[in-house]
Each structure stands twice: as structure tokens, then as C-alpha cells.
């Protein structure tokens, strides 16, 4: 996935994470909804299904899987893959609660009432289908027949597209719709497949931007970066992307050791990240390296897979 789309994807999730804690005005918090188990497996193993949904909403009675939508042409694997939702059922969704940790909202999987899913896309994405062709018009519509569809745009609202969602009191509010802002905060919610791009980002404007370097800054390893983000990353993707940084000077390393420090020195690379990733791409900077160690030589590719 080019730097461009991951950046589009980036801020799709972003754009829902602000309207949940409510960046602007009130979120899904304030109304009671609680964000437990992010990309924990939801299944069916009776139908052979399995779902990963970024975000759930669970407010003690009803549950709403929430999915992102890929930028760009809306595809059939897409709707496929959506549309395994709609294959889970009450016991799926029951051992689903059992896997997340509901011991911080007070709440319990035994007053399970209804249970949905949506699915989330930019406003620019829906309309450009909306206004498109008929094969574009037409994935739309497909999509439609799985579940409701949720537009964010950026300085606009989280709002409801079509369909109803059993839980009327969350159909009523993204039927009026949630603001959120035109850019979200420090925190950058990595998607379900982590490409090299977007962890360099996570990395540069959650962890380093959002760190104190005024003393002797910051240290990171790759083994333990996914720790930061509550996220399984392999220790090369990790390694690889704070190499990247270290050779368009972000930060540092010693010879021979595996901690890279960031300083307040090294500060304005940090920060104009995305703007160095449009033109200075991982793959083609990391090339560059002669005989570098076993994990430097691996293609980024190893560590990325189609959503």
C-alpha cells in the first residue's frame, strides 16, 4: 500500500477514534459507550467465520462492531470481508466479550441485548461512489445490503449513511451526527495491517512528539515498540522503521547496540515525517544500505499483508 492511501487510512481510523472520546463536542463516551477489545477475534466457528474489527462499542446492552473501509475503489473482497459480520451470532459475539477486558467499564457480557455492525469510510470516498459510474455505484450498493455505512470527514461529522442500527439510542446520535475535528489529536490508531509508514508516523508524532526530550530525550528498541501501541509487531518491522529514522537523521544509534535515541535536537525531522515519506520512501532509503545485518536486508514486504 503506497504511503498515500496508508496516510488516507490512518485518518479514516483516526477520524473515529476523536468522534468516540469526543475531541470536539460529545463523544460515544459520553453517552456510555466503552472501546473493549480492539482487534480481538470475533468468530463463528460453526460457519467458519472469523472477524477482527478495529473498534467495538459496548454499552453493558448493545454491541456495534465497527470496520474500516479500505480507501479507494470499493472492492468485492472488501464486501466479502464485511460481510462476515452479519455471519456472527449471540454466542459469537458472548465469547467475543469473554476475550476483552471489561473490568474497567463495570460492565458484563450478561445484559447482551442486540448486537450490530457498521462500517466506516470518508465522506470524499462514499460521494466519489455515490456520483461514480455503475460499477462503482454498484459496490456501493453491496455494501449498503451488508450494514449500515458511516462517513467522517475531516471538520465535518461522524454521521449515518443509510440502514438502522438496533440500538436506537447510537442510531439516533449518528443520525444527527458527531463533530469532529479537522485534524485529531497526538494519538495515532494503527490499522489492522501495521505497513512501515504508518509505524513510522505512530512512532515520530504519538511516541517521540508526545514524549519530554528536554533532558536526554528518548529510547526505543524495535523488539518493544508494538508494547507502546497495545500491538503485536515483529521486532524487524520495528528495527527496519527506526533504521529508516536513523538514517534521515531522526534519531540515533550506537554501534552495536539496538537503542535508538530521539532528542530535542533531531526534533524538526520528527515532525515533518509525512511530509518527508511523500518523497523519501522506506524501501528505496533502506536500499541504499550495504551489508547491513540479516533483518536490514529484508524486504518490507515480508512484513505486511492485504487487508
Known amino acids: 500500500?503506497?504511503?498515500?492511501?496508508?496516510?488516507?487510512?490512518?485518518?479514516?481510523?483516526?477520524?473515529?477514534?476523536?468522534?468516540?472520546?469526543?475531541?470536539?463536542?460529545?463523544?460515544?463516551?459520553?453517552?456510555?459507550?466503552?472501546?473493549?477489545?480492539?482487534?480481538?477475534?470475533?468468530?463463528?466457528?460453526?460457519?467458519?467465520?472469523?472477524?477482527?474489527?478495529?473498534?467495538?462499542?459496548?454499552?453493558?446492552?448493545?454491541?456495534?462492531?465497527?470496520?474500516?473501509?479500505?480507501?479507494?475503489?470499493?472492492?468485492?473482497?472488501?464486501?466479502?470481508?464485511?460481510?462476515?459480520?452479519?455471519?456472527?451470532?449471540?454466542?459469537?459475539?458472548?465469547?467475543?466479550?469473554?476475550?476483552?477486558?471489561?473490568?474497567?467499564?463495570?460492565?458484563?457480557?450478561?445484559?447482551?441485548?442486540?448486537?450490530?455492525?457498521?462500517?466506516?469510510?470518508?465522506?470524499?470516498?462514499?460521494?466519489?461512489?455515490?456520483?461514480?459510474?455503475?460499477?462503482?455505484?454498484?459496490?456501493?450498493?453491496?455494501?449498503?445490503?451488508?450494514?449500515?455505512?458511516?462517513?467522517?470527514?475531516?471538520?465535518?461529522?461522524?454521521?449515518?449513511?443509510?440502514?438502522?442500527?438496533?440500538?436506537?439510542?447510537?442510531?439516533?446520535?449518528?443520525?444527527?451526527?458527531?463533530?469532529i475535528p479537522n485534524r485529531t489529536g497526538k494519538f495515532v490508531h494503527l490499522p489492522r495491517t501495521v505497513y512501515p509508514e504508518s509505524l513510522t508516523v505512530a512512532i515520530c508524532e504519538e511516541i517521540v512528539a508526545g514524549s519530554d526530550l528536554s533532558e536526554t530525550g528518548i529510547k526505543l528498541r524495535g523488539s518493544t515498540v508494538g508494547d507502546h501501541f497495545g500491538r503485536e509487531i515483529e521486532t524487524d518491522l520495528g528495527h527496519r522503521v527506526l533504521e529508516y529514522l536513523r538514517k534521515i537523521n531522526a534519531c540515533r544509534v550506537k554501534q552495536g547496540e539496538s537503542e535508538y535515541t530521539f532528542t530535542k535536537y533531531n526534533l524538526d525531522v520528527v515532525l515533518s515525517i509525512r511530509k518527508r515519506l511523500a518523497t523519501d520512501p522506506i524501501e528505496e532509503t533502506l536500499s541504499d544500505d550495504v551489508g547491513g545485518s540479516s533483518s536490514q536486508d529484508m524486504s518490507l514486504s515480508d512484513f505486511t499483508s492485504s487487508n
Not at 498515500?4 to 456510555?32: P, T
Not at 455515490?130 to 456501493?140: A, C, M, V
Request: net charge negative; aromatic share 8%.
Open 1 to 179: 500500500m503506497e504511503w498515500e492511501q496508508q496516510e488516507a487510512y490512518l485518518k479514516i481510523h483516526n477520524l473515529f477514534y476523536s468522534a468516540v472520546h469526543g475531541e470536539v463536542d460529545q463523544g460515544l463516551v459520553d453517552y456510555g459507550y466503552r472501546v473493549p477489545g480492539e482487534f480481538t477475534i470475533a468468530e463463528n466457528r460453526k460457519k467458519g467465520v472469523r472477524c477482527q474489527p478495529p473498534f467495538t462499542l459496548y454499552d453493558n446492552n448493545n454491541l456495534i462492531f465497527v470496520d474500516i473501509v479500505k480507501p479507494g475503489r470499493i472492492t468485492a473482497d472488501t464486501v466479502t470481508r464485511l460481510s462476515k459480520y452479519n455471519n456472527l451470532d449471540r454466542e459469537s459475539v458472548e465469547n467475543y466479550l469473554d476475550r476483552c477486558d471489561l473490568s474497567s467499564s463495570g460492565y458484563s457480557k450478561n445484559e447482551l441485548d442486540n448486537f450490530d455492525s457498521c462500517y466506516v469510510m470518508s465522506k470524499r470516498q462514499y460521494e466519489s461512489h455515490l456520483s461514480g459510474g455503475p460499477e462503482l455505484q454498484e459496490r456501493l450498493d453491496d455494501l449498503k445490503t451488508e450494514g449500515s455505512i458511516i462517513t467522517a470527514s475531516p471538520g465535518g461529522k461522524l454521521i449515518k449513511e443509510n440502514g438502522g442500527i438496533h440500538d436506537s439510542k447510537i442510531d439516533q446520535i449518528l443520525s444527527q451526527g458527531i463533530s
